[in-house]
């Protein structure tokens, strides 16, 4: 654990306040779940809740069988790690942190197709261990969104040259998220 040096006080609700700049740097927005967690030594820890990372093996299957169906590299991640990844380097991307920009495709609730013949300069770097976006050729994006709360997204693309993705694709993306809300709320 990390010392801060930030001291703060419980008021009379026993509410604290996060300092701004800890919820900015990890992404902790207004109504994020947390989990709390107690030690014996009179230790508390806040830790940010992540329903997909509670599904992760039903997230990994999903992946799978997405991409065996669209013949692509598939990730699934909540709002802030690639929770299941099948097809592609496990090792790039399983528990890799996502970017900003896919944090601001999940935070807009909406779905994204993109493909490098169309749209040259509009590709998504996925994982923070990438910089370069000029590797994908196609990529769609589908946020998983139970009871209308963004939690994560399922995100299919490839790096094959000349590949592109159409409405067939976005629809079995969605579709997939749509069955990982559905997960969450049954």
């Known amino acids: 654990m990390k010392a801060t040096g930030i001291v703060r006080r419980i008021d009379d609700l026993g509410r604290i306040v996060i300092p701004k700049e800890i919820r900015r ?30 599904l992760e093996s039903i997230a990994q299957e ?4 997405l991409s065996e169906t669209l013949n692509c590299t598939v990730c ?8 299941a990844v099948h097809h592609g380097s496990k090792k790039e991307y399983k528990d890799a942190g996502i970017t900003q920009n896919v944090a601001k495709i999940i935070w807009d609730k909406k779905n994204k197709l993109i493909n490098r013949s169309s749209s040259p300069n509009g590709m998504v770097v996925i994982s923070e261990k990438e910089s370069n976006p000029d590797e994908y050729c196609a990529q769609c994006f589908a946020p998983i969104l139970p009871e209308g709360d963004a939690i994560g997204c399922v995100i299919a693309f490839s790096k094959t040259p000349g590949r592109d993705f159409d409405d067939t694709t976005l629809c079995a993306v969605r579709v997939t998220a749509a069955l990982l809300a559905r997960q969450m709320t049954v």
């Open 25 to 54: 740097t990890m992404r902790i927005a207004e109504g994020t779940p947390l989990e709390i967690f107690t030690d014996i030594d009179n230790t508390i820890t806040l830790k940010k809740y992540s329903p997909v990372k509670e």
């Open 62 to 65: 999903y992946a799978e069988a």
């Open 76 to 83: 699934i991640c909540d709002n802030d790690t690639i929770v």
